[in-house]
């Protein structure tokens, strides 16, 4: 099965400064790549998700990158604030076939000092 | 609010009962989905219901089961329960890429298990 990796654990950066956070899969058929955001004691929330025939997307001030020759991909933050303190959850998943369920990273927490 | 329902939101129960999670999901999405976050920890798949049919499983205990019924909603059933059971449960629902929906999860707001 799909194997995630995901790192750091945690990090702590100045408001205003860029986050990254990094993601490793196994499974090279995997073709859907979702991250998601989670405060204290609430659920995850879908940031935003990249697919395998993009190599880049970005939302604002969040940006997602994907190699798939390297099985990696990262979600970028620039100009963080405060509000973006919480758990961030990379995934992988072989869509279309209709029997897996995503596969989830162990989650980064993010700590961003005023 | 995110469209997918989980009553009850909190449970305290004790060990060796038996409880019963509920989900509804977000109108239109047949998947549900089933994943326990322990404190501090990660989301672990448990068990995939599509359109009534189980679809695929994790890590899921035999003391667990689950069922999707005609109307869609899920019911996660919970027995023997042991203290390391005591958990976050999150129900989630996907569109499985039909139509506009993609294939992201929507998440419930979870059950918080507590087993004393």
């Known amino acids: 099965g799909e194997n995630v990796e995901q790192h750091p654990s945690t990090l702590s950066v100045q408001e205003g400064d860029s986050a990254v956070i990094k993601c490793t899969y196994s499974d090279s058929a995997s073709n859907y790549f979702p991250w998601y955001k989670q405060e204290l004691g609430k659920r995850p929330q879908l940031i935003i998700d990249i697919r395998s025939n993009v190599g880049e997307k970005k939302d604002q001030r969040i940006a997602v990158t994907l190699n798939k020759t390297a099985k990696h991909f990262s979600l970028h933050i620039t100009e963080t604030q405060p509000e973006d303190s919480a758990v961030y959850f990379c995934?992988?998943?072989?869509?279309?076939?209709?029997?897996?369920?995503?596969?989830f990273g162990s989650g980064t927490r993010l700590q961003v000092q005023p | 609010d995110s469209g997918v329902t989980q009553t009850p939101k909190h449970l305290i129960t004790a060990t060796g009962q038996r409880v019963t999670l509920r989900c509804s999901p977000r109108?239109?999405?047949?998947?549900v989905y089933w994943y326990q976050q322990s404190l501090d920890q990660g989301l672990q798949f448990l068990i995939q219901?599509?359109?009534?049919?189980?679809?695929a499983k994790g890590n899921i205990l035999e003391r667990f089961s689950a069922q999707q019924f005609p109307d869609l909603h899920s019911e996660l059933n919970l027995s023997s329960l042991e203290l390391g059971d005591s958990a976050l449960y999150f129900c989630?629902?996907?569109?499985?890429?039909?139509?506009?929906?993609?294939?992201?999860?929507?998440f419930g707001s979870g059950t918080r298990l507590t087993v004393v």
């Open positions: 995934a992988a998943l072989r869509a279309n076939t209709g029997r897996r369920a995503l596969t």
């Open positions: 109108s239109g999405d047949l998947s």
């Open positions: 219901y599509y359109n009534g049919e189980e679809r």
């Open positions: 989630a629902s996907s569109g499985e890429g039909q139509g506009k929906r993609g294939y992201g999860y929507t």
